[in-house]
């Protein structure tokens, strides 16, 4: 059974820095993919970063993009998610994902949700201005 465990969220001012951490376990493929979703009240889910596993690739959001780094530590099937510069705007629950490996890592489908095939319960990230 695949589990994706989410942490680190918490409340910050805006300027401040978060590092959100995904511990993965249960999914037994070498190479996939796992991407960083956030999603604010009111809102449509919305992809931040992604990783190729395998690859070491990775991919962001136009509105994170210089800000976020997303990271891997494989020996402890853990993906990190650090943000700094953070913004109100960056305010929501923040959600990993997997999905499994293919060869257009940079199309831009691999923003949607509905490419992702297991999910964590999330970790609440709040800025304040």
């Known amino acids: 059974q695949v589990q994706l465990a989410e942490s680190g969220g918490g409340s910050v001012q805006a300027g401040g820095s978060l590092r959100l951490s995904c511990a993965a376990s249960?999914?037994?493929?070498?190479?996939?993919?796992m991407a960083w979703f956030r999603q604010a009240p009111g809102k449509e889910r919305e992809g931040v970063a992604r990783?190729?596993?395998?690859?070491?690739?990775?991919y962001y959001g136009d509105s994170v993009k210089g800000r976020f780094t997303i990271s891997q530590d494989s020996a402890k099937d853990t993906v990190y998610l650090q943000m700094n510069s953070l913004k109100p705007e960056d305010t929501g629950m923040y959600y990993c994902a997997v999905s499994p490996w293919n060869y257009d890592f940079y199309s831009s489908s691999w923003w949607s949700p509905a490419r992702y095939i297991h999910w964590g319960q999330g970790t609440q990230v709040t800025v304040s201005s």
């Open positions: 990783l190729d596993i395998g690859g070491f690739a990775t």
């Open positions: 249960g999914y037994r493929e070498t190479n996939y993919f």
